[in-house]
Structure formats: C-alpha cells, structure tokens
C-alpha cells in the first residue's frame, strides 16, 4: 500500500512539474512577443526592412537587372505585343526588340534612386507601423514600403526612364502611337507613353523583388545573419 501511494506520489510530482513547464514556457513566449511589439520589434523590423530594400535594389538596378529576371522584365505593353507580328512582317521587329531593351535599361538606371527613400522610410517607422507589419501578411513589409515610397519614387523614377528612353530614339515613335490609341480607349493612361509605362512597371519590379526578400526572412530568420532579425520573424513563424 505504501509502495503505491509513493508511485501515485512521484506520478503527481512529476505531473505537476511538467504542468509548470508548459505554464513557464508559454508566459516565457509570451513576454518575448510583448516585448517585441514594443522595443525589440522596432529594431528586429529595422534591420529587416533595410536588409529587403537594399537587396532588391542591389539585384535590380544594375545592368540586366530587369532585362534578365523574367520576374520583372517589362514587355511591351499588350497592344504593341499583339500587334508584333505584323509589325515584324513590316519589318520593324528590330526596332521593337530595342525598345524592350531600352525601357529595361531605363528601369535599371532609376531603380537605384529608390534607395535613400527607402532608406528614409525604414528610419520613419513608427511604433504602430511597427505593430502592422507584425500583424499583417506575409507582405506587410512590402506594403509599407508601397504606402511609404510609391508616390515620391514615380516623381523621382520618371524623368530619369524618360531620359534613358529618349536616348534610343524610340519613345516618340512609342507616344505617338500609343497616344493615339489612348485616344480610341485601346490603352490606360500610364501606357500612353513610354515613361509612364516603364515608371510604373519599375515600381512593381521594386515591389515584388522586396517582396521576395521578405518572403525569404520570414521562411529562414536565421538564415538572415541577423539576431534582431531572427528574434522578431522566429516568434512570427
């Protein structure tokens, strides 16, 4: 009888250390999280706000940046590609091949103006920004980035795409075009001419290899290289 109260004993001992564990364990994870969304999380979202930019500006705007990244290479616009064809029986597919070539080329060099407002952006965050990114989706981080830098980056991007674009001789064949068809409701607006098409779609190849960079934190803090990085995403896994 002894023998089996001392085993119920030890069985209660060790249920209730076990108990206190798990309790200790979650008040530990707990704490963490509530201390990130204070102090932490401003310097763990910091550093991989600045990590994301950097390298998606880093990979972009260089040459071939956009031009050899099928995930951002700008096309024609979808008039002037369904009308390739017969362009090229008419003997100007070269021209169409350097104007795709151009607009890329444009995009690479404007790219890299995005980085001090970027830059600007990751210093500007506040707490309740802070606080959104680590309640938002797996693009949080893009988004605000889009909500910080989109508007600014377009003035920014457009003159230096208008420059580069104005160089290879095709744009005022492009906007006249294209102008036209605008006029007939054939294209958007931001495609009537060339340097508010590749501005916008510089933009989006922006986003998306942010985007990217984000994912791949969030999939791998670790792999980062960053503790302030790895103790905010970690706890967001």
Do not use: C, H, W
């Not at 963490?32 to 930019?53: E, H, I, V, Y």
């Not at 600014?152 to 003159?159: D, E, H, I, T």
């Not at 791949?216 to 967001?236: C, E, M, T, W």
């Amino acid at each position: 009888m002894n023998l089996f109260s001392n085993a119920n004993s030890k069985k209660s001992v060790k249920a209730v250390f076990t108990t206190s564990l798990l309790v200790a364990s979650f008040s530990v994870s707990a704490l963490s999280f509530s201390d990130l969304s204070n102090q932490d999380a401003s310097t763990g979202l910091k550093a991989a706000l600045d990590k994301g930019s950097v390298a998606a500006v880093a990979k972009l705007g260089v040459e071939n940046g956009f031009l050899n990244n099928d995930k951002v290479k700008i096309q024609l616009p979808g008039l002037l590609e369904q009308v390739r064809p017969i362009l090229k029986m008419t003997g100007k597919g070269q021209q169409l091949d350097e104007l795709v070539v151009s607009m890329n080329r444009a995009a690479e060099a404007a790219v890299p103006m995005a980085k001090p407002l970027l830059v600007n952006a990751v210093k500007s965050m506040t707490l309740t920004d802070a606080k959104n990114i680590l309640t938002g989706g797996e693009t949080s981080v893009t988004d605000f980035f889009k909500q910080k830098t989109a508007s600014p980056l377009m003035q920014q991007f457009r003159p230096i795409v208008k420059g580069v674009t104005d160089k290879a001789g095709l744009s005022a064949k492009y906007n006249s075009v294209m102008g036209q068809a605008q006029k007939l409701g054939a294209v958007s607006e931001q495609e009537a001419t060339v340097e508010g098409y590749v501005t916008q779609k510089a933009l989006d190849g922006l986003y998306l290899m942010i985007a990217e960079e984000e994912k791949a934190i969030r999939q791998d803090p670790l792999g980062a290289g960053s503790k302030a990085i790895s103790k905010v995403f970690s706890l967001l896994k």
